[in-house]
């Protein structure tokens, strides 16, 4: 366990409403990532953040922003929300400076009506 | 650019036989390559990780995967199927000594266990 919590686990919401997800972190890690899981896609990356207030775009960041005024949390917002981004969100935190590994969160499922 | 390659989206095993989930990469530069699984409803799980020691890795569960470089594969494999293996295990590389280490995944395979 890594210590990541996502909020909220489910969503509903509707066309053109903005949505924003919370990834919550309890260990201080440096490096946060939000991903997106499609079926036959397999997990691609949106956003990262190397520390506070440093972020940087992923493959398929457009539609999405993210902050990170604080360590522990990293938040994906969906400005204007649409069909196409019905997924499962999933966090990561990043542990080990020469390994590089990641560790998931639970995931957030987002149905955009 | 780094990609990932996993053939065979669905495999179907019966429980005692022998398990084999195929990744092949592309990267450019020595990669780490990274096994995860994921249980339905369930985020992903760290299976095991090649990172330049022994290209023989010896994960969680009885799993293990082989770095060949001339092939430039990392097949995963377990000798004896369980029920609970059936999962979707998804491959993943990124670079070695990346400033960001951003994964790059395959597409997932999902490995049904029939009894």
């Known amino acids: 366990d890594a210590g990541i919590t996502q909020s909220p686990r489910h969503k509903v919401t509707e066309t053109g409403t903005p949505v924003t997800l919370r990834c919550h972190q309890t260990?201080?890690?440096?490096?946060m990532y939000w991903y997106r899981q499609d079926p036959g896609h397999g997990l691609r990356l949106i956003h990262y953040?190397?520390?506070?207030?440093?972020?940087d775009k992923g493959e398929v960041s457009d539609g999405y922003s993210v902050s990170r005024s604080k360590t522990e949390d990293f938040l994906l917002t969906l400005e204007s929300a649409t069909s196409s981004q019905t997924s499962v969100y999933f966090c990561?935190?990043?542990?080990?400076?020469?390994?590089?590994?990641?560790?998931f969160g639970p995931g957030t499922r987002l149905l955009v009506l | 650019a780094q990609s990932v390659t996993q053939l065979g989206s669905h495999v179907s095993v019966s429980e005692g036989a022998l398990v084999l989930l195929r990744c092949n990469y592309s990267?450019?530069?020595?990669?780490?390559l990274f096994w995860y699984v994921q249980y339905p409803n369930q985020g992903l799980q760290l299976l095991l990780k090649?990172?330049?020691?022994?290209?023989l890795v010896k994960g969680i569960n009885g799993f293990e995967a082989e770095f060949k470089k001339s092939e430039t594969s990392f097949h995963l494999t377990k000798p004896s199927a369980h029920m609970s293996d059936a999962a979707e295990y998804f491959c993943?590389?990124?670079?070695?000594?990346?400033?960001?280490?951003?994964?790059?995944f395959g597409t997932g395979t999902l490995l049904a266990v029939q009894p």
């Open positions: 990561a935190i990043r542990i080990g400076q020469t390994q590089e590994t990641q560790y």
């Open positions: 953040s190397y520390g506070v207030k440093d972020t």
């Open positions: 260990e201080n890690h440096r490096y």
């Open positions: 990267s450019s530069v020595p990669p780490y």
């Open positions: 090649y990172t330049s020691a022994a290209t």
């Open positions: 993943a590389v990124s670079d070695r000594g990346g400033a960001t280490n951003k994964l790059i």
